[in-house]
Nanobody, 122 residues
Framework: QVQLVESGGGLVQAGGSLRLSCAAS???????TGWFRQAPGKEREFVAG????????IYADSVKGRFTISRDNAKNTLYLQMNSLKPEDTAVYYC????????????????WGQGTQVTVSA
């Protein structure tokens, strides 16, 4: 079992920055972790993912060049640095974990946090 708790969401103006954190506990060793988001009326979508060692990352095209995913295994914490935020980035952001390799399908992730709201005003 893996438990995940997100923090760091909030309200920010367009062009601003936020950093999300996800504190993990339980059997976190060798998990693949990712950030997803879900806007009202839309399906949950993949934002970014990172492997256990932290040396391989992948991003959705919509956030590439603006968002950076990282992890600190010593602190059992996953991060998402979000820069140049746009109103279309407004959503509830979730961290998620799975065993094995990369996946962008949320159905393949077994563990989820409760989500944190990010609102970007124009």
């Amino acid at each position: 079992q893996v438990q995940l708790v997100e923090s760091g969401g909030g309200l920010v103006q367009a062009g601003g920055s936020l950093r999300l954190s996800c504190a993990a506990s339980g059997r976190t060793f060798n998990t693949y972790t990712g950030w997803f988001r879900q806007a009202p009326g839309k399906e949950r979508e993949f934002v970014a993912g990172i492997n256990w060692s932290g040396d391989t990352t992948i991003y959705a095209d919509s956030v590439k060049g603006r968002f950076t995913i990282s992890r600190d295994n010593a602190k059992n914490t996953l991060y998402l640095q979000m820069n140049s935020l746009k109103p279309e980035d407004t959503a509830v952001y979730y961290c998620a974990a799975k065993s094995g390799l990369y996946a962008n399908n949320p159905r393949l992730y077994a563990y989820w946090g409760q989500g944190t709201q990010v609102t970007v005003s124009a």
